[in-house]
């Protein structure tokens, strides 16, 4: 297992006029009552546990009485907006019944509960800072990965909606252990897909804790799916293998499964699966495809030595000479995306068995 490093500290990219205009068209840029910033005037803060008492690194945030009822509407508000219409009929029905901050990571996000005090339901949503990285990584997972993904973008502020799920890291530790074979066989098909799915589209980190376990019954058993909820490593790394998650040591026991549960014709066959399905995506998503790589080709969210080893890297996989004419990651993206289609748009996997 290599020992993977990554940047210690990643810069934050500001999102650009050709980006801010490409969220508009597609109605994730719109306007929101609060940002980032307002909420990192709180006064005072206590230390959130989890159920074994163990620190979550979040921190519970509270207000001054003149600011909270402000800030309380406001993000009511931007509820009602990322999940509805914006209508505000519903905010005297829902409470803000936590603020929290996260004190570890780059993005330092602030995470809101809201609730239904009608019903007792409740959600949340993060607000971020607005980092390049992060949104073209929540737009490629979007459109490229099998889930859909809703979030809003305003000058120098990202709302996120909250995935859903059990974080690798618990799941592989308390979790993993007890389920039986046939579901074991079913989780590592799902990480053979899911290591192809990143390396495809360039989203890095993907240790066990960036990424959840989704647990779906379906008749008489369970299907597991696994979803990336960080993306705040999107392209910007230069060592491909940062973009394989069974490169991290925290991956060992989901690489260890595949190993000891599926052979390796069978792993072959679901990396060209993962790589069929995603020419259908591509294809389906065209136009906006395009305009998004033209964005990135355009923009700075990484540093040269990066690119120049990055695209090395993976002239050396594919042994496609166009990746050494790249000048950005949006170029190293386009080529990666034009390489899937031209080699596997008509393969069949079910003719590899």
Not at 19 to 25: D, F, G, I, M, V
Not at 47 to 67: G, P, S
């Amino acid at each position: 297992m290599e020992d993977l490093k990554i940047s210690k500290k990643k810069p934050s990219f500001p999102v650009n006029d050709d980006l801010h205009n490409y969220l508009s068209e597609y109605n994730r840029n719109i306007k929101i009552p609060i940002f980032y910033d307002d909420l990192l005037r709180f006064q005072g803060s206590v230390v959130v546990y989890d159920k074994d008492d163990n620190d979550t690194l979040w921190i519970r945030v509270y207000y001054n009485e003149y600011e909270r009822e402000e800030i309380e509407i406001s993000l009511k508000k931007i509820y009602t907006i990322l999940h509805s219409d914006g209508t505000e009929s519903t905010i005297p029905f829902l409470n803000v019944d936590a603020i929290d901050f996260c004190t570890f990571g780059n993005s330092k996000p602030f995470r809101i509960k809201i609730r239904n005090i009608l019903n007792d339901n409740f959600s949340y949503f993060y607000v971020k800072t607005a980092d390049a990285s992060r949104v073209y990584g929540l737009e490629l997972e979007h459109m490229l990965s099998p889930y859909n993904l809703n979030f809003l973008v305003y000058k120098n502020t990202l709302i996120e909606e909250h995935i859903a799920g059990i974080p690798g890291d618990e799941f592989i530790n308390n979790m993993l252990p007890k389920c039986n074979k046939s579901e074991k066989s079913q989780i590592a098909k799902e990480f053979v897909k899911f290591n192809e799915r990143c390396m495809i589209r360039l989203l890095g980190d993907m240790r066990s804790y960036n990424y959840v376990i989704v647990p779906t019954h379906d008749f008489d058993h369970v299907v597991y799916n696994i979803r990336a909820i960080d993306f705040d490593q999107q392209s910007y790394e230069g060592k491909f293998n940062i973009y394989r998650p069974q490169f991290f040591k925290e991956n060992f026991k989901m690489v260890e499964l595949v190993a000891d549960t599926i052979q390796k014709l069978s792993i072959d066959q679901y990396k060209i699966e993962e790589r069929s399905i995603m020419v259908k995506r591509l294809k389906s998503f065209h136009n906006r495809i395009d305009e998004l790589i033209a964005c990135m080709a355009s923009d700075t969210i990484s540093k040269k030595e990066n690119i120049n080893l990055l695209k090395m890297n993976i002239f050396d996989y594919t042994q496609d000479v166009k990746f050494k004419r790249c000048k950005n990651m949006g170029d190293i993206l386009k080529c990666a995306m034009e390489f899937i289609v031209h080699n596997y748009e008509n393969v069949n996997p079910k003719d590899l068995i």
